[in-house]
T-cell receptor, first 113, second 112 residues
C-alpha cells in the first residue's frame, strides 16, 4: 500500500527566506506527483504536476523536483512571502490503479513578516 | 470558470438523518472523486468514478453511496448519518491520462 510522508509537519520562517518542503512515497511505481496548496477552511489549489518521466517543474517562485527511484519529491519556494502561508500537500497517482491520488498529511507553513 | 462546485458548503445533521452532497464540474472531465479530510488522517478517498454511469469504492466507502448519472455531476449520499462522518468533504475531477486534479471548495459536515 502506497504511503506518502511529508516532513516537516510544520515550518515557520521569516519573510524572504528560501525554503524546501519534502515529500516521500513508499512505492516508486507512480504515474505522476502533484503539489497542492490549502488555505485554512478552503479547498485545494493545484500548484505543480510532475509526470513520472520528468525531473522538475517550475512555476514562478516555485520549483518541484521528483526523484522517482528514491521515492522523493521536494517543493522549493524562493524568497518566501507572508502570502505563502498555507498548508502544502503532495499527492501521488500510482501506475497500477491509475485513478486515485494518495495524499501526505501536509506541511503547515507560516511566513512571518 | 466555475471549475468544481460543491453544494452545500456547510451542513449540520442529526444522527440518523440522510443527505446528499452534490459535486458539479464544467470541464468535461471523465474522472471524479469524493474525499474526506480529517485532522491527523489527511485526505482519504471515499468513492470515485471513471466515467458517466460508473462508480468504484475507495479507501473508506462504508456508510456512503454515490451516483454518476450525468458526466458533470457526482453525488455523495449518506443514508443514516453518524457522528464519525463529521468531516470536511472534497470533490475533485480530472481528465484522462496524466492530467492534474482540480478540487472543489469543500463541504463542512457536522453530525450531532
Amino acid at each position: 500500500k502506497q504511503e506518502v510522508t511529508q516532513i516537516p509537519a510544520a515550518l515557520s520562517v521569516p519573510e524572504g527566506e528560501n525554503l524546501v518542503l519534502n515529500c516521500s512515497f513508499t512505492d516508486s511505481a507512480i504515474y505522476n506527483l502533484q503539489w497542492f496548496r490549502q488555505d485554512p477552511g478552503k479547498g485545494l489549489t493545484s500548484l505543480l504536476l510532475i509526470q513520472s518521466s520528468q525531473r522538475e517543474q517550475t512555476s514562478g517562485r516555485l520549483n518541484a523536483s521528483l526523484d522517482k527511484s528514491s521515492g522523493r519529491s521536494t517543493l522549493y519556494i524562493a524568497a518566501s512571502q507572508p502570502g505563502d502561508s498555507a498548508t502544502y500537500l503532495c499527492a501521488v497517482r500510482p501506475e497500477t490503479s491509475g485513478s486515485r491520488l494518495t495524499f501526505g498529511e501536509g506541511t503547515q507553513l507560516t511566513v512571518n513578516p | 470558470n466555475a471549475g468544481v462546485t460543491q453544494t452545500p458548503k456547510f451542513r449540520v445533521l442529526k444522527t440518523g438523518q440522510s443527505m446528499t452532497l452534490l459535486c458539479a464540474q464544467d470541464m468535461n472531465h471523465e474522472y471524479m472523486y469524493w474525499y474526506r479530510q480529517d485532522p491527523g488522517m489527511g485526505l482519504r478517498l471515499i468513492h470515485y468514478s471513471v466515467g458517466e454511469g460508473t462508480t468504484a469504492k475507495g479507501e473508506v466507502p462504508d456508510g456512503y453511496n454515490v451516483s454518476r448519472l450525468k458526466k458533470q455531476n457526482f453525488l455523495l449520499g449518506l443514508e443514516s448519518a453518524a457522528p464519525s462522518q463529521t468531516s470536511v468533504y472534497f470533490c475533485a475531477s480530472r481528465n484522462g491520462g496524466g492530467t492534474e486534479a482540480f478540487f472543489g471548495q469543500g463541504t463542512r459536515l457536522t453530525v450531532v
